[in-house]
């Protein structure tokens, strides 16, 4: 068990529509990263939080956003959601902000339909 | 560029036999380099990781090596068992505090 808690595991929603996917990290981690993994692809990096401020971006879509709480949970928005955003989406929460290891959730497996 | 490359992207290897996956990558400023295991259904898992000042590391059965002039590392996994079949990734910090992963190498041990 890692320590890091992903809700829902599993979601199935419709196009155009909104969706939440929350993190808690692991005790004590401050970083959260975001990322998404499509069938049979690596993991793309999306967003990396610490204690509260965005500290990285990668490819993430305009439709997406994220924030960081102040008791260090995270949530990651997708919105106007497309087929094409079916995908596993990771959690992972480090100690440090940057070169030190990923603790990862076991994910929310998103489908549009 | 940003991203880290990553051979081959499956092997399948005789149970006892060695297994080498490589990855390489640009940013010279890279200065660490873990490696995660995924199993199916599941979260990756760090494996192992080592730092740019390092050159080899090694843990039991898994080692990894680094070459920062030629700019790319290698998981080596020896007396491979039933057990380390799974999907490996390799991955790279950045200055730009991103951790970018390599596209994954399938390993499947036949028995």
């Known amino acids: 068990d890692s320590g890091v808690t992903q809700t829902p595991k599993h979601l199935i929603t419709a196009t155009g529509q909104r969706v939440t996917l929350r993190c808690s990290p692991r005790?004590?981690?401050?970083?959260v990263y975001w990322y998404q993994q499509s069938l049979d692809q690596g993991l793309q990096f999306l967003i990396h939080?610490?204690?509260?401020?965005?500290?990285a971006k990668g490819n993430i879509l305009e439709r997406f956003s994220a924030q960081q709480f102040p008791d260090l949970h995270s949530e990651l928005n997708l919105s106007s959601l497309e087929l094409g955003d079916s995908a596993l989406y990771f959690c992972?929460?480090?100690?440090?902000?940057?070169?030190?290891?990923?603790?990862f959730g076991n994910g929310t497996r998103l489908t549009v339909t | 560029g940003e991203n880290v490359e990553q051979h081959p992207s499956t092997l399948s290897v005789q149970e006892g036999d060695s297994a080498v996956i490589k990855c390489t990558y640009s940013d010279s400023a890279s200065n660490y380099f873990p490696w995660y295991k995924q199993e199916l259904g599941k979260g990756p898992q760090l494996i192992i990781d080592?730092?740019?000042?390092?050159g080899e590391k090694k843990d039991q059965r898994i080692a990894v090596t680094l070459n920062k002039t030629a700019k790319h590392f290698s998981l080596h996994i020896t007396e491979t068992q039933p057990e380390d079949s799974a999907v490996y990734f390799c991955?790279?910090?950045?200055?730009?505090?991103?951790?970018?992963f390599g596209s994954g190498t399938r390993l499947s041990i036949r028995p």
């Open positions: 080592i730092r740019s000042n390092v």
């Open positions: 991955a790279r910090g950045s200055s730009a505090s991103k951790i970018i």
């Open positions: 005790s004590g981690d401050l970083s």
């Open positions: 992972a929460s480090s100690a440090l902000d940057r070169d030190s290891p990923l603790h």
């Open positions: 939080y610490y204690n509260g401020e965005e500290r």
